[in-house]
């Protein structure tokens, strides 16, 4: 509105004598509404990335935060009218909201930097592009407790009220169920995810050795402080911010391998400004930007090629050779979100009983 001021009052006279080609600086700027994460990491798009995406694309972006249910929550109640372009969610959200014909396929035409995505992050048919990567799995204090190399390991009478076990609210407590049914089958992580249902009676064997159950990001430094050995399965994202500060605190190196916790990005169907959304995404995978990113979050980048410091690259699951030594498994959401509602009320009679 000022500049549009300005150019009224150095237009003087011609600019009241056409005062019908004068239009607001508002209604010539667009809008593009997308949700991000209530995390860090939305913070970090938020302060760092939207406003470089402004200046560059000359608009104005106007963000919600919400965790992956209430995001998809925020695209059911505008289905009917939409309002945003751009929706932040897990990988584990992708199928619902593809399902529900809440999003829409992305176009490599209208976001070339897709090409330097490695495949793997790319969902349900390019309906979804991974862009921030988190390894997942047990937390310890590596100071303390030794020789921890397998989870079968953490039934052992020595972690007896000594670990800590995930809120079966979250998503990494189905990720608990998997390694229970691997120990029980013998099978991969992988394969083991098919079988969940094998995997109840060695589960219910974990519970003399929990301390409790916890649901805050802050609790993992219960590990580092002594009250407990082990915590998990949890986010490297939620342990290395404090191990780079140098908390007694690492990711434990388990043979059987990691999970993945994948930050990804859609567009949304009928998108106000789809050509918008489309520079957004591709923006977000610029090498700079993902980069960056990566380095203040901990959580690798998706695209192929970005180098970063040995302080940093120390704590990252990344480049793919990495993630295939580190054992780095993409659960089935396909298979396993239907049989999430079941798993949550065993889940809560296994442990609460």
């Known amino acids: 509105m000022r500049s549009t001021r300005r150019t009224i009052i150095k237009g003087g006279a011609a600019a009241l004598a056409f005062p019908t080609i004068v239009t607001s600086a508002k209604a010539q700027t667009k809008e593009l509404h997308l949700g991000t994460y209530n995390s860090a990491l939305g913070k970090l798009v938020q302060k760092e990335v939207i ?46 909201a593809k399902q529900e014909e809440l999003i829409t396929k992305l176009d490599p035409a209208k976001i070339p930097n897709l090409e330097k995505v490695y495949k793997r992050f790319i969902f349900e048919d390019g309906f979804g592009v991974g862009f921030n990567i988190s390894a997942a799995g047990m937390f310890y204090n590596p100071q303390v407790t030794k020789n921890l190399t397998s989870y079968e390991q953490l039934f052992e009478p020595r972690f007896r009220k000594r670990i800590l076990l995930n809120t079966p609210r979250n998503t990494q407590s189905v990720l608990m169920l998997i390694v229970a049914t691997a120990l029980a089958t013998g099978k991969p992580l992988k394969e083991a995810q098919y079988l969940i249902d094998q995997g109840w009676d060695k589960l219910a064997q974990l519970k003399p050795n929990v301390l409790t159950i916890y649901d805050s990001e802050a609790m993992v430094l219960m590990v580092p402080q002594g009250q407990a050995d082990v915590g998990g399965i949890d986010y490297a994202k939620s342990v290395y911010p404090h191990a780079a500060k140098g908390i007694p605190i690492d990711m434990a190196p388990l043979k ?79 298979f396993i979100i239907p049989r999430r509602p079941a798993i949550l009320e065993r889940y809560n009679t296994v442990f609460s009983s």
């Open 51 to 96: 406003p470089a995406f402004e200046a560059k694309h000359k608009c104005r972006v106007f963000t919600i935060e919400g965790a992956t249910l209430s995001n998809i929550a925020a695209l059911r109640a505008t289905r009917n009218t939409p309002k945003f372009s751009v929706m932040m969610m897990d990988d584990v959200g992708v199928p619902q």
């Open 256 to 334: 059987e391998g990691f999970f993945t916790g994948i930050n990804s990005m859609t567009l949304v169907k009928n998108a106000p400004e789809p050509e918008l959304g489309a520079a957004f995404i591709d923006f977000m995978l610029q090498p700079s930007v993902i980069q960056s990113l990566s380095a203040q979050t901990y959580g690798a980048p998706s695209v192929e090629g970005i180098t970063f410091t040995p302080e940093v690259a120390k704590y990252l699951a990344y480049p793919a050779t990495k993630m295939d030594d580190m054992g780095l498994t993409t659960p089935d959401w396909n």
